[in-house]
């Protein structure tokens, strides 16, 4: 009977994922509204399992981002203070990777396009803004300005830095959890103008951020690292370039 029950369980779990609608083999619109309504709690218990820690007043939506003015390409889901809003654009390759049969999937160079991939990512920047918090309020420990989304009298690198690094720290959670098809060989900039160019945007404050990222928290650990960072400056565009410069400078407050 038990093992009944396993199989079962696991036809139930099929037929739920097959209910949500394709449009030429990729999610509808309203196919990412069920997903979004039915999947995101769970999403949501996953990701405080993965980082073993709990995530407060959190709301998730999915909306046409377009009818916001956010007609960004690749703007997956957008973040505000405890909201998320998952695009409900025709963007996305598949719900889950899991969807995906390996041949597709060994196919495909990178892809971060899939809706459980874009909702783990946004809600990471809840968890970091969270760990902000916390750090403020119960550790007693500075938050750089750069990172205080309110503060609006930081300077450019300082924002390119700041979303730099609080890009790399979700985009490098959501490839540890395996939700996404990471680079096989990340680019990696070499000049300040390839690293600043507009249409470089997606591989290096998406990609290389993470890859950027992935030795230092493989480290330290990833509350902690999140700490470390968020207590430092971000770096500048020469220690994005050169990270040893960044990483060597890092004070740490615990």
């Known amino acids: 009977m038990r093992t009944l029950g396993l199989v079962i369980l696991l036809f139930k779990t099929l037929v739920v994922f097959a209910d949500y609608p394709l449009k030429d083999g990729k999610p509808t619109s309203k196919g990412i509204e069920m997903y979004i309504e039915e999947m995101a709690d769970s999403v949501v218990m996953e990701f405080m399992d993965f980082v073993d820690d709990t995530i407060y007043n959190l709301y998730i939506y999915a909306e046409n981002l ?4 956010i007609e960004d390409s690749l703007e997956l889901g957008r973040y505000f203070a405890h ?3 998952i695009t409900t654009a025709e963007s996305f390759i598949a719900y889950e990777l899991d969807d995906l049969p390996k041949w597709k999937r060994n196919s495909l160079e990178e ?3 899939f809706v459980k991939a874009a909702l783990l990512h946004e809600i990471c920047h809840e968890y970091t803004n969270q760990v902000a918090i916390e750090m403020r309020s119960i550790d007693g420990i500075r938050v750089d300005p750069a990172y205080q989304t309110n503060i609006w009298i930081i ?14 720290i979700c ?12 680079p096989r060989q ?4 070499e000049t300040l103008e390839e690293l600043t160019d507009n249409r470089n945007r997606y591989p290096f404050v998406y990609k290389y951020s993470a890859h950027f990222l992935k030795d230092f928290l493989g480290s330290v650990g990833f509350k902690r690292g999140i700490k470390l960072l968020l207590h430092n400056p971000p770096p500048t565009y020469e220690e994005i370039l050169d990270p040893p410069r960044y990483f060597n400078r890092l004070k740490y407050p615990f």
Request: proline share 8%; net charge negative.
């Open 155 to 168: 300077m450019s690198y300082e924002t390119f830095g700041s979303t730099f690094i609080e890009e790399g």
């Open 171 to 182: 985009e490098y959670l959501i490839e540890r959890m395996g939700e996404i098809v990471p």
């Open 111 to 113: 892809s971060n396009k």
């Open 83 to 85: 909201e998320i809003y």
């Open 66 to 69: 377009a009818d916001y003015g």
């Open 186 to 189: 990340p680019e990696i900039p």
